[in-house]
């Protein structure tokens, strides 16, 4: 939900008339997708990362506002905290060396955005949550300084009618409440988008919702939050519980949270934006002059304003974008699953791993999805959250038996999922070399069982047992993470612990 929110009171009438407006907008979609208008496959891909502030002593810094008038880049922009940032990376053809551009566009970005914000006592960590962020870090007072934040904190905190709580029970448990969204936004997270054409979008979509336990396994980077050792990647349950506007009864009747892995595989991407309107209440009831209905009967192509920004408002973590490029419509998958970080090789890694094994997948013949229960697929995602790189996951049993199996996901990654992803970039015709020098990254993280999780917790409990107290513990394993992330080599040949003095 990027786009410019003016802040103000809705009346009742408000909710009403925006309700009519995404009926509208839903028959425009349906229209569009039936005249086949939209465009044609150009095998594009995006790449977004939100990004935190911390000082060298390891600390948040609440400083967005000074730091982005420093990088003075539109590639840059304001996230939910003052600690936050979001890159965003131009869209690129999937194919030749693409991995590698992506690799250096990122390098280059970030050190620049790293010394700007040396210039005022900070630096970018990219990290799914800053180990050293604290209750009094994520409140009001902290939300970044734009319209948009505080309208969607003022609605959802209205719908929820009193204090959202927090309970997350892993290696330890946190409990806390807040009067605001604010700890949301401690959860920093990778978006990849993919363009894809109305026929392709189901396969698409399926096949991401397949792997997403498989992509927080390899990729889990957030085990801290509050001082907390929780689970390995602790930003899923967060985002679910600091985004609930359900009151306790509302979840005992069944009502879907607006976080949700979703409850079915689907055939058409209809299917998603109907059931936002469907399931989900509008927040922000702000209504376009655009009238889609006409703008379609005249020829033309509406922006469908009203169903993009619910969208924005409902976090799947598999979502459907809607968006127009030169006046032609097109249809993206946005996959939201990934922590930043840890090193930008692991960020590039991780994005080849996804969009080669999205591609396998969506061209089988009999794809996973028929074969794995939805269900099981949403047992693996919370699997992979609480245990990380040693989850084990449900997967189809190879062969004609059927049923599914229980297997650790470094053995399925390694076995069967990585060969796929490589056959994958082929079919996107990635330059071998890269294909290769990406994979083996994932290949080589699955070997030693280390990613940004593992390494964290063990160097931490290094900490502890030099002496140091938790905060302390918590503040060195910031700072040093820091330190071999600006290295800028793969998480998995990270020492454990600190430099001897």
């Known amino acids: 939900m990027g786009e410019k929110v003016v802040a103000g009171a809705f009346a009742p009438s408000d909710r009403q008339t925006y309700r009519e407006k995404l009926t509208q907008c839903l028959t425009g979609l349906e229209r569009l997708l039936s005249e086949r208008r939209f465009d044609r496959p150009r095998n594009l ?16 810094r609440m400083r967005n506002a000074e730091v982005l008038q420093r990088i003075a880049s539109r590639d840059f922009q304001t996230e939910l905290g003052m600690f936050n940032l979001e890159v965003n990376i131009l869209p690129h053809r999937l194919s030749g060396r693409v991995f590698d551009q992506l690799a250096e566009e990122l390098r280059t970005g970030l050190a620049y955005a790293h010394r700007k914000a040396a210039e005022v006592d900070a630096g970018i960590v990219m990290i799914g949550i800053l180990p050293t962020l604290g209750r009094d870090d994520v409140v009001p007072a902290n939300l970044s300084d734009a319209e948009r934040y505080t309208l969607l904190n003022d609605q959802m905190a209205a719908a929820r009618g009193e204090e959202f709580d927090l309970d997350i029970e892993g290696v330890e448990r946190l409990v806390s409440t807040s009067p605001s969204i604010a700890p949301e936004s401690a959860c920093t997270s990778v978006q990849l988008h993919l363009q894809v054409t109305p026929d392709r979008f189901a396969d698409v979509w399926n096949a991401a ?45 069944g009502v879907r949270p607006r976080t949700w ?66 006046g032609v419509p097109h249809l993206r998958v946005e996959n939201r699953v990934l922590p930043a970080g840890p090193s930008v090789v692991d960020v590039i890694a991780n994005a080849a791993f996804y969009y080669g094994l999205v591609r396998a997948l969506a061209d089988e013949p009999r794809p996973v999805w028929a074969k794995l229960p939805f269900e099981a697929a949403a047992e693996n995602f919370d699997a992979a959250c609480r245990h990380g790189i040693r989850a084990e996951l449900l997967w189809p049993r190879p062969g004609r ?24 970039l082929d079919a996107w015709n990635i330059e071998p070399s890269d294909r290769d020098l990406y994979l083996g990254v994932i ?5 030693l069982g280390v990613n940004g999780a593992s390494w964290q917790v063990d160097t931490y409990h290094r900490a502890l047992d ?36």
């Open 261 to 326: 892995f979703g409850e079915r595989w689907i055939s058409s991407a209809y299917e998603l934006f109907e059931e936002n309107v469907r399931y989900f209440p509008p927040l922000l009831p702000i209504c376009d002059e655009e009238e889609p209905l006409r703008v379609l009967d005249e020829g033309g192509v509406p922006t469908l304003a009203e169903l993009v920004l619910h969208n924005g408002t409902v976090y799947r973590w598999n979502r459907p974008v809607y968006g127009l490029a030169d």
């Open 45 to 60: 891909m995006g790449l977004e990362i939100e990004l935190n502030l911390a000082g060298p002593d390891g600390l948040p």
């Open 466 to 501: 030099a002496g140091l107290e938790r905060e302390g513990a918590l503040a060195a394993t910031t700072r040093r993470y820091g330190e071999l992330m600006q290295a800028g080599e793969p998480v998995h040949t990270w020492p454990i612990g600190f430099p001897a003095p």
């Open 443 to 447: 290949e080589e993280r699955c070997r």
């Open 401 to 424: 038996a059927g049923g599914v199996e229980k297997v650790p996901a470094v053995e399925l990654v390694r076995d069967e999922l990585l060969p796929l992803a490589a056959a994958g």
């Open 209 to 253: 919702q397949a792997i997403a336990s498989v992509q927080i396994a390899l990729g889990a980077n957030s085990p801290f939050l509050f001082g907390k050792e929780l689970w390995r990647e602790s930003r899923p349950p967060l985002f679910q519980q600091a985004t609930d506007v359900r009151p306790p009864e509302l979840r005992n009747q």
